[in-house]
């Protein structure tokens, strides 16, 4: 579920400033809850998904005065898994950002999965850190860099009981999003990544096979309300 989001400042910016119009707007503007629906189209084959991955989702943004923001999102994808042919999964997650300066700042974000198929079900979490750089490519826009932190259990044993291993997912990750008109952002992602197949926790002596493997996917989102296409966020 995404979170209830935090109630507006703006109206506080409203009673305070001075009597200027155009500035009780522009502070509106930049202050309030942005609203996004979200779709991607790309590849993951490496990392055991049928071609074409596509995923559609909804999104939050909430600034909390100039130095801080958060947000929340929730997508679903109905890629199908290699070794199933079939799939359907759900992925939630909340990030904050520390703005240090007016362009660059520091993030962490906090995601949990769910992937259901005709064989297994498996969840996990995966949280991330990473920087952001306001930029201006083709218009305002941000460049996201952060790093995915493994989790999850590596050996299923009595005192660690987990029914599927984890894949021990980490890898560096990159997303470059630009507003192209009032409501339309577009963008690139990817990531190189490092993960492992599964195994048999009884031949413990065997270890995991590992590889390496990368994505790419393209983003568009379509943001209620609009704000000028030349305005930062």
Known sequence: MIRPHIPKIALFALLAAP???AQQAQTSTLSSTRWLFDSEFGTEANLGYKNPSTAYG?????PLGKRFELQA?????????????NGNSL?????GIVWATSRVGLFGNYGYSWLWTSQFDKSGSAPSAGAVIRDSLYGPGRLYVSYLIPTGCVWATPRNPCKIQSNRTQGVQLSQ?????SHIRVGIEGGLYHFCDQSNENEPAIPRVCHWGGTELVFFQFELPGAHPNRSY
């Open 19 to 21: 009597p200027s119009v």
């Open 58 to 62: 909804l999104s939050v943004e909430q």
């Open 73 to 85: 999102s929730v997508y679903y994808s109905p890629d199908k898994k290699l070794i199933t042919n």
């Open 91 to 95: 992925l939630v997650s909340g990030s």
């Open 177 to 181: 999003e630009m507003r192209i008109s």
